[in-house]
């Protein structure tokens, strides 16, 4: 049965389904370059929680569940460009093979920002991976190693992502428009 958007500002752009595909997909990726050693998968809150939650089970092995609680927006749909942790890391990953799980990635900024910060702990190996990426509006060189799906610069939520911390809990990837 089709899930209804909740409200006419949000439309399906990537369904619950195709979601479940591709994070199949993105697990094999992963296991086919980290083996079958143990993987430090840290989270960053509050986006990738879902993803998260469906990508470590997908993965299989030893997995470790870390978070990094990260802020640089406030409520709106554009990020300052300050990156700030609000949660630091809860046990050291220095020697470990380490994923971080971002959400999406938007100007680059948080992603570069947390490459230095997590590489500064010395793990063995930092791989990224984001569920979505937005290229058209980089502010900084950078990529994530592993991408869900590329898509364009639309202000999207679902899945864990919000707009003033409302519909993270939608089980699709919507466009929000006002
Ligand atoms: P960046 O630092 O600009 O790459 O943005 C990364 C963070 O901004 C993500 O982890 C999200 O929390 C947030 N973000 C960027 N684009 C969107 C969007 O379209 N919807 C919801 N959050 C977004």
Redesign the pocket.
């Known amino acids: 049965m089709p899930v209804l958007p909740p409200d006419e500002h949000v439309r399906v752009l990537i369904s619950e389904e195709r979601i479940r595909e591709r994070i199949a997909e993105l697990a094999l990726e992963i296991r086919a370059q980290v083996g079958s050693e143990p993987v430090t998968c840290i989270g960053?809150l509050k986006?990738?929680f879902i993803f998260m939650a469906d990508l470590v089970r997908a993965l299989g092995g030893p997995v470790r569940c870390e978070f990094l609680g990260?802020s640089?927006?406030h409520g709106g749909?554009r990020?300052t460009g300050v990156?700030r942790i609000t949660q630091d890391l809860r046990h050291p990953i220095e020697g470990q093979h380490c994923l971080l799980i971002?959400?999406?990635?938007?100007?680059?900024?948080?992603?570069d920002y947390l490459k230095h910060f997590l590489g500064g702990h010395r793990p063995a190996s930092l791989r990224t991976v984001t569920l979505?990426d937005?290229p058209d509006?980089r502010?900084v060189e950078v990529d994530a190693d592993h991408v869900g799906f590329t898509i364009p610069d639309?202000?999207?939520?679902g899945y864990g992502?919000?707009?003033g911390e409302l519909y993270r809990n939608l089980p699709f990837i919507g466009v929000?428009s006002p």
């Open positions: 960053v986006g990738s990260v640089s927006y749909t990020s990156v971002e959400d999406i990635v938007d100007t680059g900024l948080t992603l979505l937005k509006h502010e639309e202000f999207v939520v992502l919000d707009l929000y």
